[in-house]
């Protein structure tokens, strides 16, 4: 049996049907090119977000309300409002006057339209405390940030981020002046210097106030959304969170671990739990957009099925001159196995087409993408092609086989 004949007939197959041809493989250049996507996709964001994750820094621990398993993340993660946490938490890990504690920042969340004269811009504000700066290694470019005194005080001001300067002033200085945040007037006591975008947290597009006045003025309400502590040396940070466990159980009335209604992690922690959640997530991705390569496999049997028929007299004559059943087989899978591969070919190629667009996209909203075609999807592109020709290829390579050949010369 010549393997290269075979191709040849398959290359001949494509170029006599073109439009059956082209229909026939769009099914598997499509999931071979949504295979591609979201596996190199899914790396780029998993990347994206855990160097935002590192950028924060490695010698932080979070504090987050609801219990959670070592291995998984809390309830609050997914959005469920959990009440738990209060600012006297934060305040009694401060006030044990633990060595290695160099600062701590409390925060609750929550967005709103603010407005200047007709201007008017969609931002999330953060009520925190005075301490913000130092915890997470921001830098004022204008006026100050607020006080303690200001954070305990209910006071009525303001610290912008850039962007958001950027997009309601038109090169004013914003200091002094006043934006209306839920029918509330603040008065503007400082800017942030621009860390850039961020896919977690966008620092220039965020708005921030006295976490009292936060609570108290907008909210109404006493908790918090989550803490962060700032440990001194990375070495110091399994011990911190140890004493953060004990003055928090101690508060919530806790004996046993396994009834924490909070969960302390570090950056480390962190970081594992969202590798794990991403890999889960672009694996069951990748097996969703795959389903697109099985009804591509359908058509690849529907064409050689049809190729068979076309081609009835040839088998029988191949029959008739010693062809053995296996040569048949082997010719149609061989067939088969060049047009799902050229496919998936072309489906790799289009998808790293696409992988290059979004970069471009992304990267010109102003977030930092890395563009990562994977290997192992590239691998996975060809052998998933490879594997649908055989697959699909094997009723129609079984039918030509059990032609009867007298039968096929007869075939009009």
Not at 111 to 120: A, E, F, G
Not at 148 to 164: D, F, R, T
Not at 256 to 274: C, G, H, K, M, Y
Not at 348 to 361: K, M, N, P, Y
């Amino acid at each position: 049996m010549d393997i290269f004949e075979s191709i040849q007939n398959s290359w001949k197959l494509i170029v006599r049907n073109k439009m059956r041809s082209f229909l026939t493989m769009l099914g598997i250049v499509i999931g071979i090119t949504a295979v591609i996507i979201v596996l190199s996709v899914g790396e780029s964001v998993q990347g994206l977000i855990l160097n935002e994750v590192k950028s924060i820094g490695s010698n932080l621990i979070g504090i987050l309300p609801g219990h959670a398993e070592e291995d998984g993340p809390p309830s609050s993660a997914f959005g469920v409002v959990n009440t738990i946490l209060k600012y006297e938490d934060g305040e009694a890990i401060l006030n044990g006057d633990y060595p290695h504690i160099d600062s701590l920042a409390m925060y609750i969340s929550g967005s709103d339209l603010i407005s200047l004269n007709d201007k008017k811009v969609s931002v999330t504000f953060y009520g925190t405390t005075a301490s913000y700066l130092d915890v997470q290694n921001s830098t004022v470019e204008k006026g100050r940030f607020f006080t303690k005194e200001e954070e305990i005080g209910n006071a009525k001001v303001v610290v912008l981020g850039s962007k958001v300067v950027e997009d309601l002033f038109d090169g004013q200085d914003p200091i002094g002046m006043k934006i209306k945040i839920k029918k509330t007037n603040f008065t503007i006591i400082g800017v942030l210097k621009s860390k850039g975008g961020g896919l977690i947290q966008n620092e220039d597009s965020n708005i921030f106030i006295p976490i009292k006045t936060t609570q108290n003025i907008l909210l109404g309400v006493n908790h918090l959304g989550f803490i962060r502590v700032k440990v001194d040396k990375p070495e110091n940070i399994d011990g911190t969170m140890d004493y953060i466990k004990g003055v928090l159980r101690d508060r919530h009335n806790i004996d046993n671990p396994s009834e924490d209604d909070f969960s302390v992690r570090s950056v480390a922690q962190a970081l594992e739990t969202i590798s794990s959640i991403t890999n889960a997530l672009r694996f069951f991705l990748a097996a969703v957009a795959a389903i697109s390569l099985v009804v591509g496999g359908f058509g690849i049997m529907n064409i050689m099925l049809a190729t068979v028929q076309e081609r009835t007299k040839e088998i029988g004559l191949r029959k008739a001159i010693g062809a053995k059943n296996k040569d048949i087989i082997l010719q149609f899978l061989i067939e088969a196995v060049t047009i799902t591969f050229i496919s998936g070919i072309i489906g790799i190629i289009v998808g790293f087409l696409f992988l290059l667009l979004i970069s471009v996209i992304v990267n010109a909203m102003g977030y930092y993408w890395e563009l990562i075609i994977s290997p192992m999807s590239i691998i996975l592109g060809c052998l998933v092609s490879i594997s649908i020709g055989l697959i699909f290829g094997i009723a129609p390579a079984q039918k030509a086989a059990t032609l009867n050949p007298i039968e096929a010369l007869r075939y009009e």
